[in-house]
């Protein structure tokens, strides 16, 4: 459900762009959103502005920067070995992914996971979700009062405007 993903941003930016070993850090403020294509081959990563500083252009996955229509986007490819990951993706199957990309993905999405915080022991429910736990179920059953199946995704399948495609045709 996308109630867990915060206002403005897309599982983009959570689970494929740690694919390519970075997160929406490695661009500071100018972040704006991540995208891919509807292949799953490539992400666009939309900044507000151009970086004084682009280190993202040492990243082995970086092809290029795009302007469209006064839009930045810098373009990546997915990794070789994560592209059956990021087609699962694209059909809203994050739970099929490898458990290497969720490795990856629990180490640097930047949401916290397993984080200790004195007693307790936190983890996003947007990580949770990439294993159907028990725990984002049960929430997710007490907010819909429904029966929440063990097969189902947890979290939202992509969204129109979370793939390039859809700025494209919108320009």
């Known amino acids: 459900m996308s109630l867990f993903i915060p206002k403005g941003d897309n599982l983009c930016t959570y689970y494929l762009l740690p694919l390519l070993g970075i997160n929406k850090k490695t661009f500071g403020r100018p972040f704006k959103t991540t995208l891919v294509s509807k292949d799953g081959l490539k992400l666009y990563v939309h900044l507000r502005r151009k970086m004084l500083t682009p280190t993202y252009r040492h990243n082995k996955y970086y092809i290029s920067e795009l302007e469209l229509k006064e839009q930045l986007y810098v373009i990546f490819t997915i990794p070789s070995e994560h592209i059956k990951d990021s087609r699962l993706f694209v059909k809203g199957k994050y739970s099929h992914m490898s458990k290497e990309a969720k490795q990856k ?21 947007i990580l949770q979700a990439l294993d159907r736990t028990s725990q984002v179920r049960n929430l997710l059953q007490g907010l819909i009062g429904d029966w929440v199946a063990d097969d189902a995704e947890l979290i939202d399948a992509p969204h129109a405007d979370w793939f390039i495609e859809h700025r494209i045709i919108k320009i």
Do not use: A, E, Q
Not at 105 to 125: C, E, W
């Open 105 to 125: 993905i629990y180490k640097s999405s930047t949401l916290p996971f397993n984080k200790k915080s004195r007693v307790f022991t936190l983890s996003s429910p």
